[in-house]
């Protein structure tokens, strides 16, 4: 009898131990439900959509910005292109008088037509045999006439020497010119050359 007790007790020990076991099991099961993963995987999905939001958005202000660029690079190549045009000589140079001669006509942007009849003073060094250069150029830099300017007085000297030109010539297509007054450099060398441009408007 006594054995049997005890093997009865030992299923019963046997018993309780697997119950014991097979609840821990189901408990761990349930921590572990299908819908809660199913919401880490939704968690999980929604911060990579996030991510791929803010790379598209990112991609698409680069696009922009880029095609904004070169827009404005394209309104700036315009724009030095119109520049070019309208003043096809050194715009520096666009003056009324620098320290080696001097125009008291035309003005700057004065309307000028032919015969024109060109007054100032110029250095001495300015001249050669008493006469310098003189052209006009239409809007797009085209010489439309030349001639030569010839010293009013002696110009053997470094002071100011009155000059006078008269230069005909036939009116361009263009609005605007350049009246252009030119050292005579009988040297040819680049380094003694100067020029004084007038801008001029035409009838």
Aim: aromatic content about 6%; proline content about 5%; charged content about 30%.
């Amino acid at each position: 009898m006594k054995i049997r007790h005890k093997n009865i007790n030992i299923y019963i020990i046997s018993i309780i131990v697997i119950i014991l076991f097979l609840g821990l099991s189901l408990n761990s099961c349930r921590a572990k439900s299908p819908s809660d993963e199913g919401s880490v995987a939704k968690e999980s999905g929604s911060i990579s959509e996030e991510e791929e939001n803010k790379v598209e958005s990112a991609g698409g202000n680069t696009g922009q910005n880029d095609s904004g660029q070169k827009e404005l690079d394209a309104e700036e190549e315009l724009e030095e292109k119109e520049t070019e045009k309208e003043i096809p000589v050194d715009p520096g140079k666009v003056v009324q008088e620098n320290e080696n001669i001097r125009v008291t006509s035309p003005l700057q942007n004065q309307v000028v037509s032919s015969p024109l009849v060109i007054t100032g003073e110029a250095r001495g060094t300015w001249f050669f045999e008493a006469c310098f250069p003189v052209k006009i150029l239409d809007g797009n830099g085209e010489e439309i006439a030349a001639h030569y300017a010839t010293a009013l007085s002696d110009w053997m000297t470094e002071d100011f020497v009155p000059f006078e030109a008269t230069i005909e010539f036939e009116e361009p297509d263009t609005e605007i010119g350049f009246l252009v007054l030119k050292k005579d450099n009988p040297t040819g060398l680049p380094e003694f050359d100067d020029e004084l441009v007038i801008a001029v408007r035409f009838e």
